[in-house]
T-cell receptor
Framework: NAGVTQTPKFQVLKTGQSMTLQCAQD?????MSWYRQDPGMGLRLIHY???????DQGEVPNGYNVSRSTTEDFPLRLLSAAPSQTSVYFC??????????FGPGTRLTVL | AQKVTQAQTEISVVEKEDVTLDCVYE???????LFWYKQPPSGELVFLIR??????QNEISGRYSWNFQKSTSSFNFTITASQVVDSAVYFC?????????????FGKGTRLSVIA
């Protein structure tokens, strides 16, 4: 199993550009989520999904969209990037809550 | 509302010292799960432990041990005989509900530096 994969690993955007952060898991996990990590802030939940076709907002959803058309994939879309979205983004998945498996992260810089 | 507080922002110890990382949580649920994750300098998040609210037994895994006390809403983490490889940021997290399969609320983390 590849576990949770995230692409790209690094990305630089200009203000106003859009992009999609990809997240995929091959463990047949129903639950997936996106977090952002900022210095001194820990990890904060952006969006999450409890299964295909079901998504919900977390603590900091503004400026981000998600969809879950398959169990495996949970992409995060930035519609119009802003410098405040400069962060490290982690995707996670879980089956029964024993452990949330995290991807390696995407480091995003918005200029 | 759920909340996790890690009051220690940074801790520095000399190798072989014992160190305890504090975690205090707030929740209105009677059923919940607590987690600890390690984030080494390489940046990935490494799962260390999951504990449900009905299991107050302390856990030991090698040099790591966890002390869960519902009376004080604390889930502290002790590293015995610390090593340089323990240098990392450690996060405590809370998940409400009876499955543990719900969003995690993280503390802000404690950066541990172990000096040789």
């Amino acid at each position: 199993n590849a576990g949770v994969t995230q692409t790209p690993k690094f990305q630089v955007l200009k203000t106003g550009q859009s992009m999609t952060l990809q997240c995929a898991q091959d463990m047949n996990h129903e639950y997936m989520s996106w977090y952002r990590q900022d210095p001194g802030m820990g990890l904060r939940l952006i969006h999450y999904s409890v299964g295909a076709g079901i998504t919900d907002q977390g603590e900091v959803p503004n400026g981000y969209n998600v969809s879950r058309s398959t169990t495996e994939d949970f992409p995060l879309r930035l519609l119009s990037a802003a410098p405040s979205q400069t962060s490290v983004y982690f995707c996670a998945s879980s089956y029964d809550g024993n452990e949330q498996f995290f991807g390696p992260g995407t480091r995003l810089t918005v200029l | 509302a759920q909340k996790v507080t890690q009051a220690q922002t940074e801790i520095s110890v000399v190798e072989k010292e014992d160190v305890t990382l504090d975690c205090v949580y707030e929740t209105r649920d009677t059923t919940y799960y607590l987690f600890w994750y390690k984030q080494p300098p390489s940046g990935e998040l490494v799962f260390l432990i999951r504990r449900n609210s009905f299991d107050e037994q302390n856990e030991i895994s090698g040099r790591y041990s966890w002390n869960f006390q519902k009376s004080t809403s604390s889930f502290n983490f002790t590293i015995t005989a610390s090593q340089v490889v323990d240098s990392a940021v450690y996060f405590c997290a809370l998940s409400e509900g009876d499955s543990g399969n719900t969003p995690l609320v993280f503390g802000k983390g404690t950066r541990l530096s172990v000096i040789a």
